[in-house]
């Protein structure tokens, strides 16, 4: 791929054409064109073999005109300002459409997890913690997983806050280890937000679940989770893939085994999977299968107008954040191919991590069953909700998305007026 995208202008286009379609002026979107805070920090970390690296890390506060700035870290080598800057927003318009109290906010570390030891990582997380403590808390900023980190990275990021506080503060941080008040279901629930809307979308399409086929681009938490609930509701997974390319098989693959098999160790990669009837592919061929649903479920940008005319799928459930450019929709909107947007399809993640906080903060604990409930409460009626202000406009589901979420965002931010 040669063509640079920058993420943020993507976020800033769909809402200057949602902002239009409101009847919002200008001056209505100007304050949230810009992130309200950016922090970026040097992360100084003493290596295994004794030398000193030091690493560049992010926290961007885009919006908190809702509520505290919400969302995750992420350790990736391509981590950059203006990709932590477009994350940080769509949060901001994710927890709009879901309607939970929140902005948006997202941090994020260069680094590639997959060469350090457990022990780098967590000096870089707690170097990182300490570095952006000024700015996250409970009532201001709530980080959470995302590519690249997990529970127990949360674990070491709560227990570095309240080390430096003096106290213990579970409700610094969300998808935290169940020992220390993490949600129970918090691990599933972006897979399980992403069935609920693939269920709600095949439904709407007519389309049962059961036979319905499916490629899955990625196989992180996000990927494997949903492939799982996927595969259990009775779809066909054709296809998945990981960073060392995809798997294929026209009659589906064996996704126990699968999973199985990765989470065996954190080292293990598709590309030493077999099963018989297996053809190997690319991650970018996947993208181009003939499948009934496309789920990508990695990075931004997978679907660019390089490829974006060469997608053959009917439905694209945006399980990853930003994984298809402003480019890219336009053509598959003109090839007929619904795509359910990302601030939608995987709001699941931070729907819980908001339960998570509410039971922190109260000192209580849910059972598994009563949050996968409370998750489905708020899915399915957001859906409806898109459905219809999509259907009503004539337009498509993410501008129906950003119709809902870029309305609340403007009105808290007029209800509050600008101080001074
Ligand atoms: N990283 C997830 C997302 O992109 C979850 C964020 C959160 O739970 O705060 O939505």
């Not at 295994?48 to 990736?76: L, M, N």
């Not at 990582?121 to 709530?142: H, K, M, N, S, V």
């Not at 003109?334 to 709001?347: M, S």
Request: hydrophobic letters at 40%; proline letters at 5%; a negative charge.
């Amino acid at each position: 791929m040669s063509k640079q995208y920058n993420p943020y202008d993507n976020v800033l286009k769909v809402v200057k054409n949602a902002a239009d379609v409101l009847g919002f002026s200008d001056s209505d979107i100007e304050a949230i064109k810009y992130p309200e805070r950016e922090l970026q920090v040097s992360i100084p970390v003493r290596m295994d073999d004794g030398s000193t690296r030091v690493f560049q890390g992010y926290r961007i506060q885009h919006s908190t005109s809702r509520g505290p700035a919400k969302g995750g870290v992420r350790f990736h080598p391509a981590v950059n300002a203006d990709e932590v800057r477009a994350l940080a927003a769509w949060m901001t318009f994710k927890c709009a459409v879901v309607n939970i109290p929140y902005g948006g906010g997202k941090g994020g570390v260069v680094c590639d997890p997959n060469e350090l030891s457990e022990n780098e990582i967590r000096a870089i997380t707690r170097r990182f913690t300490a570095a952006i403590a000024p700015l996250i808390g409970p009532e201001q900023d709530i980080p959470a997983p995302d590519v690249g980190t997990n529970a127990k990275v949360m674990g070491w990021m709560m227990d570095t806050y309240s080390m430096l506080k003096g106290h213990c503060i579970h409700g610094v941080v969300t998808g935290k280890p169940i020992e220390l008040g993490g949600a129970l279901g918090r691990n599933e629930a972006t897979g399980r937000g992403v069935m609920f809307t693939t269920k709600n979308m095949l439904k709407k399409a007519g389309m049962d679940m059961a036979g319905t086929t499916v490629a899955i681009q990625g196989m992180g938490n996000v990927g494997s989770i949903t492939a799982k609930l996927l595969h259990q509701e009775g779809m066909k997974i054709v296809a998945v893939s990981d960073v060392s390319g995809g798997i294929y098989k026209p009659e589906g693959l064996d996704i126990p085994a699968i999973l199985a098999f990765l989470s065996k160790d954190r080292k293990n990669l598709l590309k030493d999977y077999d099963e018989d009837g297996l053809t190997r592919i690319s991650n970018g061929e996947l993208l181009e299968l003939d499948v009934q649903v496309l789920v990508p479920a990695a990075l931004e940008n997978q679907i660019n107008e390089g490829n974006a005319d060469r997608v053959r799928a009917g439905i694209i459930i945006e399980a990853a954040n930003g994984p298809i450019t402003a480019e890219a929709d336009q053509i598959l909107e003109k090839k007929g191919i619904t795509v359910v947007p990302d601030i939608l399809a995987n709001a699941g993640g931070v729907v819980v991590s908001y339960f998570e906080w509410v039971q922190n903060i109260q000192s209580v604990s849910w059972t598994e069953e009563s949050v996968n409930a409370k998750l489905k409460e708020i899915m399915d009626p957001a859906f409806e909700a898109v459905w219809n202000i999509a259907h009503e406009n004539d337009t498509t589901l993410r501008m129906g998305a950003y119709l809902i979420a870029v309305k609340r965002v403007v009105d808290a931010k007029q209800a509050r007026a600008i101080w001074p």
